[in-house]
């Protein structure tokens, strides 16, 4: 066990340390309440010291996980996770117990991540939790200490004695907790057999275990048994073994352990009361022990693979390789074992590698390397097929006098030419790095210039160093990912191109952005999006999870929000009836928070310029997130504001200063929030909004009414209610705020989060609207203006001049 897991526990051991060193005046807490929460270098000790909960970074693997390990091992072994996929990055966490009761990992501008998710079937919340001496984490309730939850009931890859085996999952790879290829879980066909499976596919199958089984241990300083059953709960069947000891002996530490290498490995640790030492032993069994009792074999029997080749074909050996590859996939999901299971499951493939330093992705060579490889040669290392080393000119590791001498007989004459050309090199070179640094100073090298005309397959690392941390997919994987852009999985399609439901190789689920050849927005939107929003960390501002750059191909990848947007639901008849008062007030104020961050909260100030409901999209709770970056603007230092000739949005939702002259601020936002938030009030789009007696639209409809004190004949019927009246009022005059025609005239959006929630602030009374007679209303012209666009419809649009 010791020997599978060294180099992923030594990482782990030197970050833990560095951790130490970093605050060494943080204290081990007894238990985390609702008044103490564990800060990011903090530890929560059991009452004897055996195990520690806190916070841990691997070393190869970017952002902080909350972890128990065992505390005076000196390999630090990590044997439970609570956050495999929601590391936390860039903001220091703490773990505390929310205002619901249950255990949560917060930090800035994120989410809140739950570890517990207990619902109450009363209303007191007095809960806290504690690290027990057998490694178990426990939520428990108020002074009688009844257990709410505990990790015991979710192993993740390590099994601990009296926790429950139903799946044990491994990391990704040695030093990366997020969730493993490899899970080995219980024969669903009701006998007791383990079986491991590979992405869910059966890998191996163990042989038939007795119902019950004791092992009698024979360590000289703890004689022990061990109790191994399966039994059943309302969840349904699981494995767990036990440790029978007497009163004077200490507890022994096993564990079976799920590793990234598809084994099930096995140990333990004995603590040594009179000498404070730690004692290893190998004791308990592993599933894949002893005989199969139906056909006699022994062990596990594992996956046939394909027979490739006369003589060796499925045997890969390590070596290096001095050609390039011709296949990569960059992507965070899959590791080592992944890059081995698809080179041996095909006997075209001939040789693997991972594609990044952490371990991740695949690198592969096929039978025709020699062919399609478009890199140039260099050394690198890869795990070959044994019959097929000669398709790759390998690196001999022992080249021998004859090479030597070789090298010295080449290098002569080499050695003179360089000598007598050394000046006219020089030269070129100076004069080609004068050339490439007035180019750069010229333009900024952008994402599209790097990639636009690159094959499939190719190395995109550089993107790396422009700042973006974003994983590359390739088109393969977008094709699989949507059945070949099935029409089925058609979401929708806007300005920017069809938008279409995909699932990953890690089963997340996913909207991929496809950009249209007739698309108004074009690669500099493209580029755009990449460029703000990946830079963006905010609960309310819609995630990208990745790109795809394949020749003439474009695509955004995002996190799926199963809701689709505002206005799917605000302007339909039928569906608007979901969105309550309480629904949209949380829309609302998402929504604000999200500008707000974007304005103020941000490493750098960003304008949408785009806002409006198909741009607000809702998860599966119906949290709103701001989405669609393409005519963002990004402001660095103290700029607040700009010009431009290129007007782009969305009739409606423009604020009259931008679409009459070109000139944006925050200000802008402001005005399409106030637009906005007028819709969530009323149901009614403003391109679309006409009365029969009057020319007014729905921004001078409004603060008509509100003028006359009616105001409350402009909200939707279906939210108004006596006691919300005053509550809808404020609302109203709020968003007439926002919408007045001056930009100095308008809040902050501070100042309208501050109006919103608190209904004592003092609020000046509204101007006359922007905009404020609609497309109805008798023309006018003036000598000294141009005439102000009306509300017409609601396209966005990518070019018009202003003046």
Not at 51 to 66: H, I, K, N, Q, R
Not at 127 to 149: H, I, P, Q
Not at 547 to 552: F, P, Q, S
Request: charged share 20%.
């Amino acid at each position: 066990m010791a020997s599978l897991r060294t180099n992923r526990s030594m990482r782990i051991f030197i970050s833990l340390v560095f951790l130490s060193l970093w605050n060494p005046c943080s204290d081990a807490a007894e238990s985390i309440t609702n008044t103490q929460s564990l800060a990011t270098f903090e530890t929560l000790v059991s009452p004897n010291r055996n195990f520690v909960l806190g916070f841990f970074t691997p070393t190869s693997a970017s952002g902080f996980y909350v972890g128990i390990w065992v505390s005076n091992d000196t390999t630090r072994q990590v044997v439970w996770v609570a956050n495999r996929e929601n590391p936390i990055r860039y903001f220091s966490p703490s773990l505390k117990i929310n205002h619901s009761g249950n255990l949560v990992i917060s930090s800035d501008y994120y989410e809140e991540i739950p570890i517990t998710s207990v619902t109450w079937a009363s209303t007191t919340t007095n809960t806290s939790a504690k690290l027990l001496d057998n490694g178990n984490l426990v939520l428990v309730e108020g002074a009688n200490g009844r257990v709410l939850w505990q990790s015991f009931d979710h192993p993740t890859d390590t099994l601990l004695p009296g926790m429950k085996l139903r799946n044990l999952t491994s990391w990704l790879n040695d030093e990366v907790p997020y969730p493993g290829p490899f899970t080995l879980g219980i024969d669903p066909n009701g006998t007791n057999r383990f079986v491991i499976y590979y992405r869910g596919v059966v890998y191996w199958t163990s042989r038939l275990w007795n119902v019950s089984e004791y092992v009698k241990g024979s360590h000289m300083y703890h004689p022990h048994s061990i109790h191994y059953r399966f039994e059943s709960d309302k969840d349904g069947k699981y494995f767990i073994f036990t440790i029978n000891q007497t009163a004077n002996d200490d507890q022994p530490i096993l564990n079976w352990v799920m590793t990234s290498s598809g084994q099930v490995g096995r140990g333990g640790w004995f603590m040594l009361s009179t000498t404070g030492l730690w004692w290893r032993e190998v004791e308990p069994k592993s599933p894949c022990d002893g005989t199969n009792e139906e056909d006699g074999s022994v062990g596990c029997r594992g996956r046939a693979w394909p027979k490739c080749g006369d003589r060796n074909g499925s045997a890969f050996s390590k070596d290096k390789t001095t050609i390039g590859y011709n296949k990569e996939e960059y992507n965070s999901t899959i590791a080592l074992r992944d890059c081995e299971f698809t080179c041996r499951s095909s006997c075209a493939c001939i040789a693997y590698n991972t594609a990044s330093d952490d371990g991740t992705g695949c690198l592969f060579w096929h039978d025709d390397v020699k062919e399609q490889a478009y890199m140039e040669p260099y050394n690198v290392s890869a795990f070959i097929r044994e019959d097929r080393k000669n398709l790759l000119t390998t690196v001999d590791k022992n080249p021998g006098r004859k090479r030597w001498s070789l090298w010295a007989i080449i290098m002569l004459p080499v050695s003179f030419i360089i000598f007598l050309s050394v000046c006219i090199l020089c030269g070129v070179l100076q004069r080609k790095i004068v050339r490439k640094e007035e180019k750069n100073a010229k333009r900024e090298l952008s994402v599209l210039e790097l990639h636009a005309n690159r094959k499939d397959g190719e190395n995109f690392s550089d993107i790396g160093k422009m700042g973006l941390e974003l994983p590359i997919f390739s088109f393969y994987n977008v094709l699989a990912a949507t059945d070949n852009f099935l029409v089925a999985n058609k979401l929708g399609e806007g300005g920017f191109g069809p938008v279409y439901k995909g699932k990953l190789l890690n089963e997340q689920e996913v909207a991929m952005k496809r950009l249209s050849r007739n698309s108004g927005q074009g690669p500099e939107e493209f580029k755009n999006e990449i460029l703000s929003i990946s830079k963006l960390q905010h609960k309310n501002l819609v995630k990208l999870i990745g790109i795809c750059l394949h020749r003439e191909e474009k695509i955004l990848i995002y996190e799926y929000m199963p809701n689709k947007s505002l206005d799917f639901f605000l302007f339909d008849p039928s569906k608007r009836e979901i969105l309550d008062w309480e629904k949209r007030v949380h829309i609302i104020d998402g929504i604000a928070q999200g500008l707000l961050y974007l304005h103020k909260y941000s490493r750098l100030t960003v304008i949408h310029r785009d806002l409006k409901a198909s741009n607000i999209l809702l998860d599966g709770d119906m949290n709103p997130k701001i989405s669609d970056f393409g005519m963002a603007r990004i402001f660095s230092g103290n700029e607040a504001k700009a010009n431009t000739n290129r007007v782009v949005g969305t009739y409606g939702y423009m604020s009259p200063e931008y679409a009459m002259e070109g000139l944006f601020s925050v200000k802008s936002d402001v005005f399409s929030f106030g637009v906005l938030l007028l819709e969530i009030m009323t149901s009614k789009k403003n391109t679309r909004f006409q009365h029969s007696d009057h020319s007014l639209n729905l921004l001078g409809y409004a603060w008509e009414l509100y003028n006359e004190g009616r105001g409350l004949e402009l909200i939707d019927p279906i939210l108004v209610d006596s006691s919300l009246a005053t509550e809808l009022v404020r609302y109203i005059h709020v968003a007439l705020l926002c919408v007045q025609e001056r930009a100095t005239d308008r809040p902050t959006m501070s100042e309208v989060i501050l109006f919103l929630t608190n209904q004592n602030a003092d609020m000046l009374s509204p101007r006359q609207p922007a905009f404020f007679i609609g497309r109805n209303a008798p023309a006018t012209s003036s000598p000294s203006s141009r005439p102000r666009p009306c509300s017409v419809n609601d396209v966005t649009i990518s070019t018009m001049d202003g003046r």
